[in-house]
């Protein structure tokens, strides 16, 4: 699935956001420590190798919603933006977090003058978030930020499993 907003390329595609070798940027759903997990988080750190947890924990604690970035050493990208999702609950703040975690993100990737960034569904594992409202969020925030854009011209939300392809897609075709 794939949609042009502007002049950015927004997609989602099934797969593993450690072998994107051709994005700039790729973005880490980590924890507020930075210290590495399990999830992506931990698919991440094993790609990367023992030096990303190293950079990572030296810029921690974080927030929920706040993003830092590091280099992305052994993977085959330029920089690891790492974010905070919000572990899902009803509190007002929760959503708005979840699309801090987009905005910071995509503002670190202009920082960097990088072309193309890559996500995972940030807060849809572990973390609990839905997933149709965590696509809807993760969408409607990039496709906004799209018209402020000056660097980014590709995102692309790499999902790990067909329920959560369909969730980010579904979110994708209705963005008006
Ligand atoms: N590529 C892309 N997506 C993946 C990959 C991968 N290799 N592996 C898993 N996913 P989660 P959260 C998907 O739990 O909910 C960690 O322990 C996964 O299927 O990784 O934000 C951190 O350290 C799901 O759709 O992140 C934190 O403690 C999505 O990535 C906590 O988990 C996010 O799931 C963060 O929880």
């Known amino acids: 699935m794939q949609r042009q907003i502007g002049e950015l390329v927004i997609e989602c595609v099934h797969g ?11 973005v880490n759903a980590a924890n507020k420590q930075l210290k590495g997990g399990g999830g992506v988080d ?7 190798g023992p030096e990303l947890v190293k ?11 706040q993003a830092v970035i ?7 990208n330029d920089w690891v933006v790492h974010c905070v999702g919000p572990v899902y609950s009803q509190k007002p703040e929760v959503p708005k ?3 801090a975690c987009y905005r910071n993100a995509l503002a670190l990737a202009e920082d960097k003058q990088a072309g193309s960034i890559a996500f995972p569904a940030i807060s849809a594992g572990i973390y609990g978030y839905p997933l149709d409202e965590a696509g809807a969020i993760a969408v409607q ?4 930020r799209a018209r402020e854009a000056v660097s980014i011209e590709h995102v692309r939300f790499v999902l ?16 008006s």
Do not use: K, M
């Open 16 to 26: 593993d956001i450690t072998r994107q070798a051709d994005i700039d940027i790729i």
């Open 42 to 48: 931990g698919a991440i750190n094993r790609a990367a």
């Open 55 to 65: 950079a990572s924990r030296a810029l921690a604690p974080i927030e929920a919603g």
């Open 70 to 76: 590091t280099e992305a050493f052994e993977l085959p």
């Open 97 to 99: 977090q979840l699309a």
């Open 141 to 144: 925030t990039v496709a906004e």
């Open 160 to 175: 790990f499993s067909e329920d959560v392809l369909a969730a980010f897609s579904e979110a994708l075709s209705e963005l």
